[in-house]
């Protein structure tokens, strides 16, 4: 059976934000779950501190719990340009034990404003990342870390959305927490060195070297 809470907030023109969530839904109270969206000239970031108690069946059995986070409306990095997501997660506790924790991060074009149904992710994402680990370590991270995504053309505006995915609990009645970050960053074209041959009277073949520089956009 699936359960699903969902909160909305409002944010700044841009994006920028941050969405504070307390609820229980099925065997978990979220006690907290705070979101907050930066960004600026070439970038978008978002940092989420998760906390959370589960009170249900352990092993084989045990629950699995899905957070989403989606934010829209924003426009950096601009168009057009190559963009790339890198992402990094940590959770740490003593306390609450699960032996699969997923983190995903991802695009989507536009401005989407609904998740999806109980259990399911939101699909066209682009330069999605994946890092995978468990909990139970009193400080741990997810691998790889930081995990980067395949380069992708960003639209404008843009959705950053994040998934996270708790399985395998081996006991209960005890709380965990989950720190991670994510940004979405433009990736500066490289300079290069161009060749060019030329026919000239009376020098017969010259040559030279062109430097063709990369210009950054904001």
């Known amino acids: 059976m699936n359960a699903s809470v969902t909160q909305t907030g409002v944010s700044a023109a841009d994006g920028s934000g941050s ?79 699960a032996s699969s ?28 990342t994946t890092g995978t680990g468990s909990m139970g370590s009193a400080s741990s991270v997810l691998t790889p870390n930081p995990v980067t995504g395949a380069t992708f053309n960003i639209v404008n505006p843009f959705s950053f959305y994040q998934t996270y995915t708790i399985t395998g609990f081996v006991n209960s009645s005890q709380a965990g927490s989950l720190s991670a970050g ?7 074209e490289p300079s290069g060195i161009v060749l060019a041959l030329a026919a000239l009277p009376l020098l017969g073949v010259g040559g030279w070297l062109r430097r063709r520089k990369a210009v950054l956009t904001a």
Request: hydrophobic share 40%; net charge neutral.
């Open 101 to 128: 924790v997923t983190m995903t991060s991802g695009v989507i074009a536009g401005n989407v404003v609904a998740l999806g149904a109980a259990g399911t992710t939101l699909g066209g994402q682009l330069g999605t």
């Open 19 to 97: 969405l504070v969530f307390n609820s229980a839904v099925g065997n978990f109270s979220i006690t907290l779950v705070t979101n907050i969206a930066t960004t600026g000239p070439g970038f978008t970031s978002a940092s989420t501190t998760i906390n959370i108690t589960y009170n249900g069946p352990i092993g084989a059995n045990s629950d699995k719990l899905i957070i989403e986070v989606l934010g829209n409306k924003f426009v950096n990095p601009t168009t057009p340009a190559p963009a790339q997501i890198t992402s990094n997660a940590s959770p740490s506790t003593s306390g609450l034990n």
């Open 182 to 188: 994510s940004t979405v960053s433009a990736v500066p």
